[in-house]
C-alpha cells in the first residue's frame, strides 16, 4: 500500500509514527520511498562511493546486522519488480510516494486553503490522514492519533498480529 499527498504534507513524519505501532501489533514493515528526482545515498571518500565512482553497476555495503545496495538503472524500475527482486520476509509493503500506481492508498493531507486532498478521485483511496476533520467518502483519521490507522491496516489486510521480531 501507499501513503500519498502533496509534498510537505507530512507522509514520512506519519511514518515515522505508525511503523512502531505496526511493528508494536507483530507486523514486519517494508518501506520503499518513491523519488522522482535523482538521488545520492552513499558520501564522497566512503569505500561504496569510490566503487561507484570507479563503474561500478552493483555496490553493495553487508555488515552483520544491515545490507544496502546501490545499482545504476537504465530506466525506473517499475514498483512490483522492485519488490519481487529485494523485498522478503516482510508482512506489508509501505511505498512513501508511486500516487500514479494502482494501488490502495492513504492520503495524508495538511489543509491548506482552497487545495482539496490529491487523491480524492482515486479509486484506490482507503481512507485520509489529516491534520483537520474532513467530510470525505473514507475513513478519515488524525494524524497526531497513528493507532487507529494501524488498526484499519491491520484489519483491511488481514494482517496477522503478533508474529513481530
Excluded: C, W
Excluded at 467518502?137 to 493507532?147: K, L
Amino acid at each position: 500500500m501507499s501513503f500519498v499527498g502533496r509534498s510537505n504534507s507530512g507522509k514520512t513524519t506519519f511514518l515515522e509514527k505508525l511503523i512502531p505501532v505496526l511493528k508494536e501489533r507483530g507486523v514486519r514493515v517494508a518501506t520503499i520511498k518513491h523519488d522522482v528526482h535523482d538521488f545520492e545515498i552513499d558520501r564522497e571518500g566512503k569505500d561504496t562511493y569510490r566503487h561507484k565512482k570507479a563503474g561500478a553497476r552493483i555496490t553493495m555495503i553487508a555488515s552483520p546486522k544491515k545490507l544496502a545496495l546501490v545499482e545504476d538503472l537504465d530506466s525506473e524500475l517499475p514498483l512490483e519488480a522492485i519488490v519481487t527482486r529485494y523485498v522478503q520476509n516482510v508482512d506489508l509493503v509501505i511505498t512513501e510516494g508511486y500516487k500514479k500506481e494502482q494501488m490502495p492508498k492513504i492520503e495524508v493531507y495538511t489543509f491548506r486553503e482552497d487545495v482539496p486532498p490529491l487523491a480524492l478521485d482515486d479509486p484506490n483511496l482507503l481512507a485520509i490522514v489529516a491534520d483537520v476533520p474532513l467530510d470525505a467518502h473514507v475513513p478519515v483519521f488524525s494524524r497526531d492519533i497513528p493507532a487507529p490507522v494501524a488498526d484499519f491496516i491491520v484489519e483491511k489486510f488481514g494482517l496477522k498480529t503478533g508474529q513481530g521480531e
